[in-house]
């Protein structure tokens, strides 16, 4: 499913994540590892947005670098403490994330429901706290038909209800859809109930499998 090769992402010139293999079959794969360790960075990555050297390879054939715009329809990222411009909201952008992602007709309305974004459709971000920001940030994520969905921290700020009904689809998106998901928490991984094809484990910019 996805294939990094040779990947090194550095910051001011100095190398703060460096892969030489890692292959990713279909599947749930968590990463674990403490702060700084490189898992934002690495998801970030894989999301596209941010500039390394190396390969990623979605499916073994689209390539983020050859095939930008293939890749990012297919590859999803919600972050650990998203941010929006303050003005905006869930609506806005729903509206422009789905377009973007070509989402499929009623699944804003689905996620609406899912996520209980509903509540606060209309309302600025700039008022928001961090839960809501969280839910808004999962719905935008879960947006199009990707192959991947990177899930920062899903636990942090969410309550155990949209808890439960965010992982009730998520399973339903891996077993009906085959789409793939990594996450990272800090918070005990069993609470999600999903069922791990792999863990890896980040330190000091590596990435290595635990068996």
Same mark, same amino acid.
């Given at each position: 499913? /996805? #294939?990094?090769?040779?990947? #090194? @992402? &550095?910051?001011? +010139?100095?190398?703060?994540?460096?892969i030489s293999d890692l292959q990713l079959p279909i599947g749930v794969h968590y990463f674990r590892g403490g702060n700084g360790s490189g898992k934002t960075t690495f998801f970030r990555t894989v999301a596209g947005?941010?500039?390394?050297? +190396?390969?990623?390879?979605?499916? +073994?054939?689209? %390539?983020?670098?050859?095939?930008?715009? !293939?890749?990012?329809?297919?590859?999803?990222?919600? %972050? &650990?403490?998203?941010?929006?411009?303050?003005?905006? $909201?869930?609506?806005?952008? !729903?509206?422009?994330? =789905?377009? &973007? @992602?070509?989402?499929?007709?009623?699944?804003?309305?689905?996620?609406?429901?899912?996520? =209980?974004? +509903?509540?606060?459709?209309?309302?600025? $971000?700039?008022?928001?706290?961090?839960?809501?920001? @969280? @839910?808004?940030?999962?719905? /935008? !994520? /879960? /947006?199009?038909?990707?192959?991947?969905?990177?899930?920062?921290?899903?636990? $942090?700020?969410?309550?155990?209800?949209?808890a439960t009904r965010l992982f009730d689809y998520v399973r339903r998106l891996r077993d009906e859809e085959n789409v793939s998901f990594c996450l990272t928490s800090h918070q005990d991984v069993s609470l999600t109930?999903?069922?791990? $094809?792999? #863990?890896?484990?980040?330190?000091?910019?590596?990435?290595?499998?635990? #068996?």
């Amino acid at each position: 499913m /996805l #294939t990094v090769s040779n990947l #090194t @992402k &550095a910051y001011n +010139g100095r190398t703060v994540l460096t892969i030489s293999d890692l292959q990713l079959p279909i599947g749930v794969h968590y990463f674990r590892g403490g702060n700084g360790s490189g898992k934002t960075t690495f998801f970030r990555t894989v999301a596209g947005l941010l500039p390394f050297s +190396g390969e990623i390879r979605l499916d +073994g054939q689209y %390539e983020i670098n050859r095939d930008p715009v !293939a890749y990012r329809l297919r590859v999803n990222y919600a %972050e &650990a403490e998203p941010l929006y411009p303050p003005f905006l $909201t869930p609506r806005d952008l !729903a509206g422009f994330v =789905g377009r &973007a @992602k070509r989402n499929p007709a009623g699944q804003v309305d689905e996620l609406t429901d899912v996520l =209980g974004v +509903g509540n606060f459709w209309t309302q600025p $971000t700039g008022t928001f706290s961090s839960g809501m920001l @969280k @839910k808004l940030s999962l719905l /935008l !994520a /879960l /947006l199009g038909r990707p192959r991947l969905v990177l899930l920062d921290e899903p636990l $942090t700020t969410l309550d155990v209800t949209t808890a439960t009904r965010l992982f009730d689809y998520v399973r339903r998106l891996r077993d009906e859809e085959n789409v793939s998901f990594c996450l990272t928490s800090h918070q005990d991984v069993s609470l999600t109930g999903l069922s791990l $094809t792999s #863990t890896w484990q980040v330190s000091d910019g590596q990435i290595s499998p635990v #068996t």
